[in-house]
């Protein structure tokens, strides 16, 4: 299992509430980023960092902000959350001194978001 | 921009019998990597193998390996002796060698292994 965590694993939250989804790394990768993930259905990259002060949209079109103070971690946050962001959140991470090159992504175990 | 497909939204496979996902990828890049994740029911992704693309040789990882043929962009995934863990979602990803970072995922094939 890769040294990648994610918290919480489960978030039942009402509509309008201002939630952060933590993800932090100990393989020192300098590469991070965040899926979206409806049950079931492919991956949509939603931000990705390739390092402190780096932080880019990716391709899915997201709500969601984030920010890349550490290197060890990547937080995403919502200010006011709302039901069509219910879904899983993956985080993953790539590159550096953790090894297995650039290349490979390790994944966290998913924080899974509904919103009321 | 590069495409991933994978035409087999489910398959299924009896235990201890041989089972191959297909992939199939449009590009115009030379050099890139290719992989298949494996994903179990309320589990975390997980890398199954890796091939690179500037390597003719089908990379294999115990029971997995794959069928790699760049000129017909096709990347299978040969499971053997399947066992009942290997139930997961699996997904067929790309990534550039050089540039961006980011990989371009398939739509996923869910495998039942049956008993």
């Given amino acids: 299992e890769a040294d990648i965590y994610q918290t919480p694993r489960y978030l039942v939250i009402g ?11 100990t393989m020192g990768h300098d590469k991070m980023y965040w899926y979206q993930q409806d ?25 969601s902000t984030v920010s890349r103070i550490r290197t060890e971690h990547f937080p995403l946050t919502l200010e006011s959350a709302r039901p069509s ?32 | 921009a590069q495409t991933v497909t994978q035409s087999q939204p489910e398959m299924s ?23 298949w994740y494996k994903q179990p029911p309320s589990r975390q992704m997980i890398l199954v193998i890796r091939q690179e693309a500037y390597k003719q040789q089908n990379a294999t990882e115990n029971r997995f390996s794959v069928n790699f043929q760049k000129a017909a962009k096709s990347f299978s995934l ?5 066992q009942l863990g290997d139930t ?25 292994v049956l008993a």
Wanted: with cysteine.
């Fill in chain 1, 15 to 25: 509509t309008g509430k201002k939630i952060t989804l933590e993800c932090s790394q």
């Fill in chain 1, 39 to 63: 049950p079931g259905m492919e991956l949509h990259l939603i931000h990705y960092s390739y390092g402190v002060n780096s932080t880019e949209k990716g391709d899915l079109s997201s709500e």
């Fill in chain 1, 85 to 116: 962001h219910t879904s899983q959140y993956l985080c993953a991470s790539s590159g550096g001194i953790g090894g297995g090159g650039s290349d490979t992504q390790y994944f966290g175990p998913g924080t899974r978001l509904t919103v009321l």
């Fill in chain 2, 13 to 35: 496979v009896q235990e201890a019998e041989t089972v191959t996902l297909s992939c199939t990828y449009d590009t115009s890049e030379s050099n890139y990597y290719l992989f």
């Fill in chain 2, 78 to 82: 040969k499971i053997s002796d399947s």
């Fill in chain 2, 88 to 112: 997961a979602m699996y997904f067929c990803a790309f990534m550039k060698r050089s540039g961006t970072y980011k990989y371009i995922f398939g739509t996923g094939t869910r495998l039942k």
